[in-house]
């Protein structure tokens, strides 16, 4: 009963890391790409599958960066910033979380 217990505990603090990156990846989308974009969260997050943002995010977000700076010229500044990139790859756990293939829909719609 006990190790039952343990891991309970042990899985529930494992979920709540990945929860605060979706979060955190919400927040910057909103600060630093909403504008920018002239996309919500839920747009934004739905124009790939998971497995297309897998891909996007591959290298520390290489394709991402490389795609979001053409498509958005206005983001380029900030995606091309070596700073930045703890805070695209927090976007792209909200951009898989969210992927118009998760059944999923951001609050930030």
């Excluded at 920018?36 to 997050?45: D, H, K, S, V």
């Excluded at 591959?58 to 206005?74: C, H, L, Q, T, W």
């Excluded at 756990?93 to 969210?98: G, L, Q, T």
């Amino acid at each position: 009963m006990r190790s039952i217990i343990v891991g309970l505990i042990v899985s529930g603090l494992l979920i709540v890391p990945a929860l605060a990156d979706i979060k955190v990846g919400q927040k910057v989308y909103l600060k630093k790409f909403k504008t920018r974009t002239g996309l919500n969260g839920t747009m934004f997050a739905a124009s790939h599958t998971k497995k297309e943002w897998n891909n996007l995010f591959k290298d520390n977000a290489k394709g991402f960066i490389d795609e979001y700076s053409k498509r958005y010229p206005r983001l380029s500044k900030f995606l091309n910033k070596p700073k930045s990139l703890e805070k695209i790859l927090h976007v792209g756990d909200f951009a898989k979380e969210y992927a118009s293939d998760s059944g999923n829909v951001p609050s930030c719609g």
